[in-house]
């Protein structure tokens, strides 16, 4: 059993990076791309790195690594040390990095900046026991992995592609597939019923989100009790704002990750069912109404598919009113035995005429073969450690793990665990963080040194 000795910078450094509020900004300048949080972040990263013994090198700020060993081929370890807004709701300080009761909060403490720093801490305790790895051993620190993996674009081909890998960026055991992305931008025009005019819908930020707020104004309703009685009988969640222009009524759902839209409360469907009720019965309302409304298995839209890995999920994320057309972007997440091609031409022939598909785009599906080597070894550190049996599992989400041909997302949330990341009060205990530097530490003894036990 390897014996962390450095647990007590392991923790400092957590908190000192997790302080750093790396949250992207537009560039600043030279070697900044993601702006100067970011840029810290990762100088932080590196010089614990260097620190520690290990050769740094920085990719122009995208993205940077810390390099061990030697060999014909390369493990990467994909880290990431950007993290999304701390958003509203927390009852600590998101950037403090504090330890209270044995928990260490703060934005990024699971997502991603506290196993990066666990797997940095775990191999430096491999290289002070004396171990030689047979591949050379890269801990790889992207800085847009919450965005659009334009760190991956620039490093991948300048750095090379690790022969194998693994992302501590989700979840334990093992996650051998990772559903498919596809995420699509629907439009048509507006048409209303006599006497209301829906001057402006605006609902959710992001197509990965389930929207918490859809904002509906209307004119020609004068009856505001008709509003409230309606949204009663639907369920809704909504308040009142009045102005001399007309009324707005603002849904309220529970956000969650796109991937797992069934964990949220959408705020769009709402505001669909509402405009339904007040007599939107044609056009796109109407279309998005009966062919998507409460649903996220995508059986309104035709695609409505499954394999033994799960089934297809549909989260209509962002909703829009221009020019008299209203735009939505759903992100669907389809099965690893599915095409994007499959699930696009199901689509397509599931629209109705006067709905237009007006871009698409995505990531393939994953799926590593539970015989390889990567997965067996995963597996066995897992049921080491943790003495459970390490099961392989699927998911909605896109890690890093996409980025590479032979590679997996492991850890670092525990079977049962809840699921802080993206949320309020974010934390990772301390024993938790410890405990990930021994699985990351002895994950890369067995993948980087293979054939011996
Ligand atoms: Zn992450």
Redesign the pocket.
């Given at each position: 059993m390897m014996i962390i000795g450095n647990r007590d910078e392991l923790i400092q450094a957590t908190q000192e990076i997790v302080r750093i509020a790396s949250v992207k900004d537009a560039s600043a300048g030279e070697g900044k791309p993601f702006g100067e949080g970011i840029a810290r972040a990762l100088e932080y990263a590196l010089a614990k790195g260097r620190e520690l013994g290990f050769k740094t090198e920085n990719f122009s700020g995208y993205a940077g690594h810390i390099e061990f060993g030697e060999g014909p081929e390369t493990l990467g370890v994909l880290c990431?040390l950007d993290v999304v807004p701390a958003g509203e709701g927390w009852s600590m300080d998101p950037f403090g990095g504090e330890i209270i009761d044995g928990k260490l909060y703060g934005r990024g403490t699971i997502?991603?900046k506290g196993p990066a720093m666990a797997v940095l801490y775990g191999l430096a305790a491999l290289k002070d026991s004396g171990w030689q790895p047979r591949r050379r051993i890269r801990i790889i620190l992207g800085c847009d992995?919450?965005s659009g993996w334009d760190c991956m674009h620039h490093y991948l081909p300048i750095a090379g592609k690790p022969e194998i890998g693994f992302t501590p960026?989700a979840e334990f055991p093992v996650i051998s597939s990772e559903k498919g992305i596809l995420m699509v931008e629907l439009s048509g025009a507006l048409q209303c019923p006599k006497g209301i005019e829906l001057v402006d819908i605006q609902g959710g930020n992001r197509p990965n989100m389930v929207p918490d707020r859809c904002r509906v104004k209307l004119r020609g309703i004068e009856d505001e009790g008709l509003l409230v009685k309606t949204a009663t009988k639907i369920g809704a969640k909504m308040d009142l704002e009045r102005d001399e222009s007309g009324i707005t009524m603002v849904f309220k759902g529970v956000s969650a990750h796109g991937s797992m839209p069934e964990t949220g409360v959408n705020a769009i469907s709402y505001a669909l069912a509402m405009l339904h009720h007040l007599g939107f019965e044609q056009g796109i309302i109407n279309f998005l109404y009966e062919h998507i409304g409460f649903s996220h298995d995508g059986r309104g839209l035709n695609i409505e598919v499954k394999d033994a890995f799960g089934p297809l999920t549909a989260n209509t994320g962002v909703i829009s009113l221009e020019d008299n057309r209203v735009k939505v972007l759903v992100d669907i997440r389809y099965p690893v035995s599915f095409t994007q091609e499959q699930i696009l031409d199901r689509l397509t022939a599931g629209l109705s005429a006067d709905v237009t598909l007006l871009s698409h785009g995505g990531k393939g599906p994953l799926h590593v073969d539970g015989d390889s080597q990567l997965i067996q070894i995963l597996q066995r550190v897992y049921e080491k450690h943790t003495g459970e049996e390490a099961k392989l599992i699927s998911i909605g989400g896109g890690t890093y793990a996409r980025a590479l041909d032979n590679a997996v997302a492991f850890g670092p949330v525990f079977p049962g665990q809840t699921e802080l990341?993206h949320q309020p009060d974010e934390y990772i205990s301390v024993s938790h963080l410890v405990k990930l530097a021994e699985i990351y530490g002895e994950a890369i003894a067995k993948l980087g040194r293979p054939g011996r036990d």
């Open positions: 990431h997502d991603d992995e919450e960026d990341a």
